[in-house]
């Protein structure tokens, strides 16, 4: 199971949250009745001009390992409202050790849409074409202020790999109301 989060300054609760409820979802999954070999890794990601594009953290089975990581993940950065998306997704599809016998699913949790606007080679088209060649499906997790140009693309990530897309609220106002807190 492998997050690619969003770590710029507005995403601190959805951090927060998954530091929160990793033991849930790591007991979940070690309580189905295939016994599964659980591994977490991460693909943290922010934009050009923060302190980093990427931070890779590898597939562990260790969940202590995987919390110490989670642990030092902060929020921070961020500004322009669009994030590099497409670089996170390339790291998540081709630099990740994806067990070839396992089921492979991914989390992309942001609140930003992607920037469509640095002219890479690689997109998130490519990411999600590679990702369902390989077997990876991609849940998106939209929160907060995602605007329809950033849910357009979580939506054409999820279809194209078999996730499912999903957005979050916490009773916000304006662009983003309609749900309840919880």
């Known amino acids: 199971m492998l997050f690619i989060m969003d770590t710029t300054g507005s995403m601190g609760e959805e951090i ?9 979802i790591n007991a979940n999954l070690a309580s189905l009745s295939s016994k599964p070999k659980i591994r977490f890794g991460m693909v943290l990601y922010r934009d050009r001009g923060d302190e980093y594009v990427t931070k890779i953290i590898p597939f562990t089975s260790d969940l202590d390992a995987f919390q110490d990581e989670l642990d030092k993940v902060s929020a921070g950065g961020g500004g322009d409202t669009p994030e590099d998306l497409q670089t996170a997704l390339d790291d998540a599809v081709r630099k990740m050790k994806w067990n070839e016998d396992g089921i492979r699913l991914a989390y992309v949790i942001t609140d930003a849409a992607p920037h469509l606007d640095y002219g890479q080679q690689y997109t998130y088209v490519d990411a999600a074409r590679d990702a369902a060649r390989a077997g990876i499906k991609i849940f998106t997790v939209g929160t907060g202020g995602l605007d329809i ?34």
């Open 16 to 24: 927060a949250r998954l530091k929160q409820t990793i033991e849930i």
């Open 149 to 182: 140009s950033g849910e357009i693309v979580l939506r054409q990530i999820s279809q194209y790999t078999y996730g499912r897309y999903i957005f979050l609220t916490y009773g916000e106002r304006g662009e983003s109301e309609g749900g309840k807190e919880g």
